[in-house]
């Protein structure tokens, strides 16, 4: 058969017909395998619908709809998951690659290949099964990024990079190790282009200083020329930011999309009109990032969905004294409290007035952990106001749209066959979303947090599925 080229800008359309009109023919070499009588959320913000099917051939979504229309390929592997909710892997639209060991976190230290790809093994363990990389990578992601490009049937999380982020030079933002900085819109426009030409899917720029601690923040004539060379380029200009003024300007400046939630206050309907009207997204709200500051030991430790993804010795030093003094004694604790409320409200007030809103975590940094924290994002997205069906859509459907070529977060002929199988429907408690049954990267089952864990040999892995 011959191969369909994983080309980025897939034609869903005109080539999605031709690959059902190819698979549904029936070659000899084509691997179809159909998921039957399922509940199916199809990622596009419509309630499920009970009785479906999917069909997929060698990776690719080749048909959905109701079970009893479904067609009959001859030569497939049918599953009956009469009883399971099927919908579209996550995806976690802030996360960072390879920066730690354990709780221990040096870019210098622990950058290389393997630790990011043994970080997308992980976040698809917890069925997500893409991520977007924020602006701490190294230039080997391009690398990772390539391979998985030309592989198309990978097994683990697809990534999508960012890159070098833009950090004004002695502000905040980056990581130790990671030449990133500039000093003025000349340099940062210069950067932009250096950076982009390797590859960068998106252009992300930080505009903060750690509850004034640091003593700049990136001045507007740098945000400028950050985000007219990403568009320069043809890319979208991510925004790291915390004050709501500087989301307002950065509105008016036409960046693109917002990686964390406005935070010293709540976001009003002044700024959410703004952003409507400019087009601008709230891609990442990072509610479990600012829910993590808030705890010295974080309530899930025992939990075995989150204690699965960590290795026994992180968990111990989790829990040590030393380290839960050290958090308390911080003067930054007592500020997230506060911090973690403004989030919450302003997501609710975005979502009310009509912001496009996705899922995103900034996991990846010491203590905030790959995949479980996509979990506990949902769950804080429903705690903030938003229904169940809401928060999947925006992990899915949403968070998909924001990269135009990108191949999955809905359930349609044409896109990868990445999908999150589950014992009990998420739209009536968006907890299931742990209930993982399977996960299906490129049509294919990966191992998931169940079936696998981190730092102990498969039949050590402690507790399983409740
Ligand atoms: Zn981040």
Redesign the pocket.
């Known amino acids: 058969m011959r191969r369909i080229r994983p080309a980025r800008a897939w034609a869903s359309t005109r080539v999605g017909v031709a690959l059902v009109a190819l698979c549904l023919g029936g070659t000899a070499t084509a691997e179809t395998v159909v998921l039957d009588h399922v509940t199916l959320f199809d990622g596009t913000g419509r309630a499920p619908r009970a009785d479906q099917s999917l069909v997929m051939t060698d990776g690719r979504i080749t048909w959905v709809g109701p079970a009893r229309r479904r067609p009959a390929p001859t030569g497939a592997i049918v599953t009956d998951l009469r009883g399971k909710f099927l919908m579209p892997g996550l995806i976690d639209s802030?996360v960072?690659l390879g920066l730690v060991d354990g709780v221990d976190q040096s870019f210098t230290r622990y950058y290389d290949r393997a630790n990011v790809e043994q970080q997308l093994k992980l976040y698809a363990a917890y069925g997500v099964t893409s991520v977007y990389t924020?602006?701490?990578d190294g230039d080997l992601i391009h690398q990772v990024i390539a391979d998985q490009r030309r592989i198309g049937r990978i097994d683990m999380a697809r990534a999508y990079t960012a890159g070098r982020g833009v950090v004004y030079k002695g502000s905040y933002g980056g990581v130790p190790g990671l030449e990133q900085s500039v000093a003025t819109p000349a340099e940062a426009t210069a950067m932009v282009r250096r950076e982009t030409a390797k590859g960068d899917d998106f252009v992300k720029l930080w505009m903060d200083d750690e509850f004034g601690t640091v003593a700049r923040r990136m001045p507007y004539p740098v945000s400028r020329a950050v985000i007219d060379a990403a568009h320069a380029a043809g890319r979208k200009a991510a925004a790291?930011i915390f004050y709501y003024d500087n989301a307002a300007e950065l509105t008016r400046q036409g960046v693109d999309v917002f990686?964390h939630q406005v935070r010293d206050r709540v976001a009003d309907p002044a700024l959410a009109t703004a952003m409507k009207r400019r087009g601008t997204w709230q891609l990442a709200s990072?509610l479990s990032r600012e829910a993590s500051f808030t705890y010295t030991l974080l309530p899930f430790v025992d939990e075995p969905f989150f204690a699965r993804g960590v290795a026994p010795a992180t968990i111990a030093t989790l829990k040590s004294a030393e380290r839960r003094q050290k958090l308390a004694a911080s003067p930054l604790f007592p500020k997230y409290p506060p911090v973690l409320r403004n989030a919450m409200t302003s997501l609710a007030a975005e979502a009310r007035a009509g912001v496009r809103y996705g899922m995103g975590t900034?996991s990846?940094?010491t203590a905030r952990f790959p995949g479980y924290f996509a979990h506990w994002e949902l769950e804080l997205m429903v705690a903030a106001g938003l229904t169940p069906l809401q928060a999947l859509t925006a992990a899915t459907g949403t968070n998909a749209g924001f990269l135009r070529e990108n191949e999955s977060g809905v359930l349609r002929p044409g896109k990868w066959a990445d999908l999150l199988v589950l014992d009990r429907d998420p739209t009536r408690d968006i907890r299931n979303t742990r209930a993982i049954s399977a996960v299906y990267v490129a049509g294919r089952k990966v191992p998931t947090i169940w079936e696998t864990c981190v730092g102990r040999a498969p039949d050590a892995c402690g507790a399983a599925k409740p």
């Open positions: 802030h960072h924020l602006g701490t790291h990686m990072t900034d990846g940094p």
